[in-house]
DNA sequence: ATAGTTGTATCATTTAATGATATATCATAT
DNA sequence: ATATGATATATCATTAAATGATACAACTAT
């Protein structure tokens, strides 16, 4: 995705997306990176370089906030209340364009083919 | 998504998704644009840049192809065998990050707050 | 004729994500 | 003690995706 509709329009990005997942409770950058690696059975991995600047700018955007609980070498967040609203948000418009999907394929085909 | 993720990893865009599902029937530029808006009620709008450069490199990538019916003033493309292969896994891609969604986010909420 | 819609196309720009790289701490085995 | 690997954070330069702006032509209805 690019010029900035992520946050203009209230979209997350797939990255984003998995980030404020993990958020839901008190967590800091690697825990992240390893939640996410399990959420999704290894298949997604996120590097430093992404997880750090998507963690910062998702601060910036106050849809996560600093916790700081263990002072120095760890940086713990947590999603933030209107980080929720747009998570909720950004779920329902996951499911309708996954829905979105099923209805037009099944439109014109009984099944097989690559398996329901 | 940056770094041709889309594709080396076998993930479509939204964008390259709209296209690809308004492609299940044969139909030209400008009426997958007209399609993408109705399937999505208006919410999503694709100019003529993305649309374009999408097409462009969806067809480079063999996921649609040209069926050229009429001849000049209309391109009509068409999704192909792969590209459908490619989107039906993307759908259940999609399901499976919603679901994962609502799952972490039921884990530790009765419910309310922003609606199921 | 002229205004609006249909239709395709490209260029420069903006944003997002990543690879590479750097640095420091901690735990554990040798 | 010290070397190795895991934990932990961070930035820079690069690559890729999407878009705004713009251009141009044909068709349609007034």
Same sequence: chains 1, 2.
Avoid: C, F, W
Wanted: hydrophobic content about 35%; overall charge neutral; aromatic content about 4%.
């Amino acid at each position: 995705m690019a010029r900035g509709k992520a946050l203009d329009d209230n979209q997350l990005t797939d990255s984003m997306y998995y980030i404020l997942l993990s958020l839901i409770e008190p967590l800091h950058g690697y825990g992240i990176k390893q939640k996410i690696s399990d959420l999704s059975n290894g298949e997604i991995e996120i590097g430093p370089a992404s997880l750090y600047t998507i963690l910062k700018k998702l601060a910036t955007r106050d849809l996560i906030v600093l916790v700081v609980e263990d002072g120095e070498r760890r940086k713990t967040y947590q999603i933030s209340a209107s980080g929720r609203v747009l998570l909720k948000r950004d779920i329902k418009r996951r499911i309708r364009m996954a829905e979105m999907g099923k209805n037009v394929l099944g439109e014109l085909q009984g099944g097989s083919d690559d398996g329901e």
